[in-house]
């Protein structure tokens, strides 16, 4: 039986609410038909926050925060700002932000919310300036929009009823700051309901340039006036903006009427205007609030809690848990995978059905509160929701999920359990290397779950559960049951005891990452072939970290650039990289650069303005580093040859490398540096600094034992630590050769 709200509740996202107005749109409501009315209550008043104004005790109403708007300056543009705080339903159609200033007369509203637009557009020092999104990143942007998870909540771009909305993007941001935002969204939005994807800087500047791809002009102009931001100031919190924002101090919460005290016709749920916030809720919703409202105070049980906490976080937008949730037909095509053998479980997020007792505590914990990861494999990823979200659902969870014991006779250690077990999984018995990887290696084309993490991961009780049956927990798994009706196809391993044979795997994996191979693995290092265009793998390099980007170019010259320090980290020859690290988790390990005759240049900044030619270059730490934001991506040229983008010292900068031959057919890069705008007097670029820099003649040096630089015009060269740095004053285009001295 359907309860009755529950029905009402199911038709939300079509109905409009007063005043012709959008009504909010609460993502974990998208789906109610599944979801009991004290549940669809509680998730109402908290995502409306109604707590934050009037007090309860209720755990399960706990308003959700608002944004923090401490940087709201830096992130919004103003004039946006005004238009929102004015009328933030018909601006940001679906939002949950209520319309504080409603009831104000019209010219009234307008004055405040102009003033309140200066306040906050003051917060966070400068406003955003405008940058075109490049279309290559625009296009990267769309992929990866459409592939991590993005649509399981906001709209594919083909436009899908029962989204979260996004708003005027466009209006609002720049592409620095919403990559920014993008990059650490629980920074700005405490509450989890936009969790973190776990985005790095290239993919958030990426995805920022595709939802910003209509922005062709600068927004207007909108300059803060003090006077307006100091009325501004006084009138955030007169209207009890701070009820459900901070700015610099915590929420306050006003003295009104307590949630169970109010009466339910009136105020809020009114629908008359008043010196209240004006919610534009559809009639079922204003129904369902007032249903909740009524409804006994009995504390949720365990069960209840995780209902509440899986609706509220739309985990069930991209997770089915018994009945609940799953991926709906409409989003289906957007969960994709890198591998087609795996089928369904290659692409999907795992079910979460009974996931309370398969995980370990502390992984369910690195999971949900991290979006720890273990599935390579999926395009789509686990985000991260952050401790005061998360951390008291996987207590629930560990709570609700229970399994029998599993029945087995320990296999004593003095019998050698692991060496028994490792046979086991080897290609001579049940060769679970056919499916799985082992230490980040494989044996097959398919390459499920590593084995060597699954201990860490697994509660033992499940692993024997499910070993014994898989299709019980994963009806459409391609991994095959090994003990059919209980037997052992290998009747002498443990006397064909299947608990036993179950107990030596578990003991053997148990040894993680230490555990001997099993018979069967090929390890293939997985170079990363460059031919006729350039190869471009942005992730962690040696002494860059993180922000470092690989660039292979055809002719066997490789390169590492910083864009975390704007500048080159290091070029070799021949191969380019060893990247098997890098698959292993999401991006976990370092590329390992395959060249032997490297030259790394200096951590620190490669530009700085020297007020005379004897200053001393700024030391690594002891400069502020650049904003994370410096860097603002790059272009590509048919060859798939970069140009990067990034400003030091106030000027932008395009980084060119192009593979050349000398007159003696060996390749060498030339690099070219252009200053669209003119640098700052003083500006200087660190070449090189080594132990070993010596003239050749020209404007040519031998930096250290394997590189030659040409430079364009005589450099400064002095001495630096124990050896010497190259100097070249910045005063337009730079135009650089680097040879090889091992380059065939
Ligand atoms: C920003 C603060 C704020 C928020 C958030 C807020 N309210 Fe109110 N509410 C008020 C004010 C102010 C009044 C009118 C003052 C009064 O009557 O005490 C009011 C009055 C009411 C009343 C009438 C009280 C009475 O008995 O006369 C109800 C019912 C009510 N609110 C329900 C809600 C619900 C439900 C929500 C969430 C959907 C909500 N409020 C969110 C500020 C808020
Ligand atoms: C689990 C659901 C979920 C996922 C997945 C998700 N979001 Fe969100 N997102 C939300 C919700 C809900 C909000 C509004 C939060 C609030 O009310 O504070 C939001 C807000 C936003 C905003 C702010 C809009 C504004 O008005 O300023 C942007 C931008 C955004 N999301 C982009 C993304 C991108 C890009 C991705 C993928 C990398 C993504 N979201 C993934 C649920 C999600
Ligand atoms: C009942 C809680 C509530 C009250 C009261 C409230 N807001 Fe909001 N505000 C929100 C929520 C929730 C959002 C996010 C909405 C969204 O993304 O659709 C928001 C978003 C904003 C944003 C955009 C922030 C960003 O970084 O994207 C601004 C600016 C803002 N509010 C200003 C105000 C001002 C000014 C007031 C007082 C006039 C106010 N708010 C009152 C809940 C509230
Ligand atoms: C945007 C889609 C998305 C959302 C939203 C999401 N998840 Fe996930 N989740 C995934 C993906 C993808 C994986 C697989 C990650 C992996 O192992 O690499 C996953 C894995 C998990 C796992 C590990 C399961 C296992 O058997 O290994 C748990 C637990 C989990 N999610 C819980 C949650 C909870 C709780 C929420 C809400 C707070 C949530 N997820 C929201 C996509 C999502
Ligand atoms: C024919 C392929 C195949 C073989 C052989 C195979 N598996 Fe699997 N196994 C899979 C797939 C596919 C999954 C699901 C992966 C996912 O959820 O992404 C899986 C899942 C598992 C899981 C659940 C892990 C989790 O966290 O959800 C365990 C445990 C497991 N396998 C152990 C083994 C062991 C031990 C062997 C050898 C005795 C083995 N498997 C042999 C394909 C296989």
Same mark, same amino acid.
Request: aromatic fraction near 6%; charged fraction near 20%; charge should be neutral.
């Given at each position: ?6 029905? /009402? ?43 934050? !104004? ?68 003051? #917060? ?25 998870? *993005? ?89 009890? *903006?701070?009820? !459900? ?22 105020? *809020? ?45 739309? !985990?069930?937008? *991209? ?43 502390? +992984? ?55 060496? /028994? ?36 991961? #697994? ?84 002494? /860059? ?26 070029? +070799?020859?021949?191969?380019? /990289?060893?990247?098997?690290?890098? +698959? ?25 303005? #020297? ?5 001393? +270059? ?25 140009? #990067? ?100």
């Amino acid at each position: 039986m359907k309860p009755l709200l529950a029905i /009402i509740l199911a038709a939300l996202p079509f109905a409009t609410g007063a005043a012709g107005v959008a009504p909010p749109v609460i993502g974990g409501l998208t789906r109610p038909e599944k979801t009991t009315p004290r549940i669809s209550g509680a998730v109402l008043l908290s995502e409306l926050s109604c707590a934050a !104004c009037h007090a309860t005790a209720r755990p399960d109403l706990a308003a959700k925060p608002g944004p923090d708007l401490s940087a709201v300056g830096a992130r919004a543009h103003g004039a946006h700002l005004r238009e929102f705080i004015a009328n933030p339903a018909a601006t940001k159609p679906g939002t949950t932000m209520p319309d504080v200033l409603g009831h104000l007369p019209a010219a009234e509203r307008t004055a405040t919310a102009d003033a309140l637009a200066h306040y906050l557009a003051t #917060l966070g020092g400068a406003s955003p300036t405008f940058t075109p999104p490049a279309p290559p990143a625009v296009e990267r942007g769309r992929n990866l929009y459409h592939s991590v998870g *993005c649509v399981a909540c906001h709209s594919p771009e083909t436009p899908l009823a029962d989204s979260v909305p996004l708003g005027p993007v466009a209006a609002k941001y720049s592409l620095a700051s919403l990559a920014k935002f993008l990059e650490d969204p629980l920074a700005v939005r405490p509450g989890g309901r936009m969790p973190d994807a776990k985005l790095d800087h290239f993919e958030a500047v990426d995805i920022a340039s595709y939802l910003l791809r209509d922005q062709t002009a600068p927004p207007p102009a909108f300059r803060p006036d003090p006077h307006l931001a100091a009325r501004g100031k006084m009138l955030f919190t007169q209207h009890r *903006c701070d009820a !459900c924002h901070t700015v610099d101090g915590p929420r306050t919460r006003p003295a009104l009427a307590a949630l169970d005290q109010v009466r339910p016709g009136r105020g *809020c749920l009114s629908a008359q205007p008043g010196a209240w916030p004006q919610y534009s809720l559809s009639d079922a919703q204003r129904t369902a609030v007032r249903a909740a409202l009524a409804a006994p105070e009995e504390p949720l049980s365990a069960a209840e809690n995780v209902e509440l906490s899986l609706t509220r976080l739309n !985990c069930l937008a *991209c997770h089915q848990r018994d009945e609940l949730g799953g991926v709906p037909a409409n989003r289906n095509a957007h969960f994709t995978g890198k591998d087609e053998n795996l089928g369904d479980q290659g692409r999907l997020p795992p079910p979460l059905t009974g996931v309370g007792a398969k995980l370990k505590r502390d +992984w369910l914990r690195e999971v949900v509160v991290n979006g720890a990861s273990a599935r390579p494999y999926l395009n789509t990823r686990m985000p991260k929701f952050g401790a005061a979200n998360a951390e008291p659902l996987a207590h629930w969870l560990k709570q609700v999920d229970t399994l029998p014991p599993a029945e087995f006779t320990r296999v004593a250690k003095g019998d050698k359990p692991h060496e /028994i077990g490792r046979e086991l999984a080897g290609s001579k018995a049940f060769n679970c290397i056919a499916c799985h990887t082992f230490r980040g290696k494989s044996a097959a084309p398919i390459r499920a779950l590593d084995l060597t993490t699954m201990t860490e991961r #697994l509660e033992e009780t499940w692993f024997h559960h499910f070993l014994a049956n898989p299709q019980r927990f994963a009806p459409l798994t391609i991994m095959p049951g090994f003990w059919p009706d209980g037997k052992s196809p290998l009747p002498d391993v443990l006397g064909g005891d299947s608990g036993q044979q179950r107990d030596v795997l578990w003991q053997y994996l148990e040894r993680g990452p230490e555990a001997r191979e099993p018979q069967g693995l090929v390890l293939e290092p997985l170079v990363i072939p460059v031919t006729d265009e350039a190869v471009i793998i942005r992730r962690a390099f040696p002494g /860059i970290g993180k922000r470092g980007i690989g660039v292979g170019y055809p002719g066997g010259i490789n390169l590492s650039f910083d864009a975390g320090q704007m500048r080159l980290g290091s070029i +070799w020859s021949g191969g380019f /990289i060893e990247a098997s690290a890098l +698959w292993r988790g999401q991006g976990a390990g370092q590329a390992r650069i395959l060249g032997k005759d490297t030259t790394t240049f200096p951590p620190g900044p490669a530009f700085a303005v #020297l007020d005379s030619p004897d200053a001393a +270059w700024p030391a690594p730490d002891a400069t502020p580093r650049p904003s994370p934001h410096a860097f603002t991506g790059y272009t590509l040229d048919a060859q798939q040859r970069p140009t #990067l983008r990034y400003s030091v010292e106030g000027v932008s900068v395009e980084d060119f490398f192009l593979e050349r031959r000398d007159p003696g057919g060996r390749v060498f890069i030339e690099r070219t540096l252009k200053f669209p705008a003119a640098p700052p007097a003083g500006l200087h670029f660190r070449v090189a600094t080594d132990k070993l820099i010596e003239p050749r003649g020209g404007h040519e040096f031998a930096v250290g034992q394997n590189l030659r630089v040409r430079l364009p015009s005589e450099p400064l060269v002095r001495p630096a630590g124990e050896g010497k740095e190259l100097l070249l004053p910045v005063r337009g285009e730079l135009r650089i050769e680097y040879h090889l001295t091992a380059t065939p």
